[in-house]
């Protein structure tokens, strides 16, 4: 198993282009998580999903964010009309079935908005 | 809302020089509290997780303890390999897949 990865691991945009990272989590884990970190913050918890489905979404979150899970395997984050506060490390997690807050975090995307 | 606190920001420890850090928090209704390493550029690690006031978990040079307000990390006899920052986060009963994260203690153990 090779753990939790994300792509791409760096992504530089313009102010107001789209950008969507990918997360694959450790297989056959059923929890996966977003969060957003910037330099010196803990994580900030954006959404998660167990299976395909949407259980929780932050109020925090904007309606230019948007996460999914479709076939309850890898997960998509879309960040439409990016804006310089959106630069940040953006983190994924996932947790097996019988454990489901031990997180296994990804290495991350960082994202620079310019 | 659920609050976590983390003090102190920074420690500096000398190799060999136990120290504790602490995590209070504010929750309603505590599922668990999580303790993560994270290492520069990389995701958090997970290390433990406490449920219950009076709980203790044990991982090499980490121990982590449980109160109804606070939890704290105490490591014993540090190595400069120790050096990373320390989270602590807590879920509650009403969104348990939610965490809520404290900001961190950035650990440096000089040999």
């Known amino acids: 198993d090779t753990g939790v990865s994300q792509d791409p691991r760096h992504k530089i945009t313009k102010r107001g282009q789209n950008v969507t990272f990918r997360c694959d989590p450790i297989s056959e884990h059923n929890r996966l998580y977003w969060y957003r970190q910037t330099l010196g913050q803990g994580p900030e918890f954006l959404t998660y999903?167990?299976?395909?489905?949407?259980?929780?979404k932050s109020r925090l979150l904007s309606d230019r964010f948007s996460a999914e899970r479709p076939k309850g395997s890898f997960s998509t984050l879309e960040i439409q009309r990016t804006e310089q506060g959106d630069s940040a490390m953006y983190l994924c997690?996932?947790?097996?079935?019988?454990?489901?807050?031990?997180?296994?975090f990804g290495p991350g995307t960082r994202l620079t908005v310019t | 809302e659920d609050q976590v606190t983390q003090s102190p920001e920074a420690l500096r420890l000398q190799e060999g020089e136990s120290s504790s850090l602490n995590c209070s928090y504010t929750v309603s209704g505590l599922r668990g509290l999580f303790w993560y390493r994270q290492d520069p550029g990389k995701g958090p690690e997970f290390l433990f997780t406490?449920?219950?006031a009076g709980e203790e978990k044990e991982k090499e040079r980490l121990k982590a303890t449980l109160t109804k307000k606070e939890s704290f990390l105490h490591i014993t006899a540090p190595k400069p390999e120790d050096s990373a920052t320390y989270l602590c986060a807590v879920s509650n009963n009403t969104n348990a897949g939610k965490s809520t994260f404290g900001d961190g203690t950035t650990l440096t153990v000089k040999p």
């Open positions: 999903f167990q299976n395909e489905a949407q259980l929780e």
């Open positions: 406490l449920y219950s």
């Open positions: 997690a996932s947790s097996p079935r019988g454990s489901p807050y031990e997180q296994y």
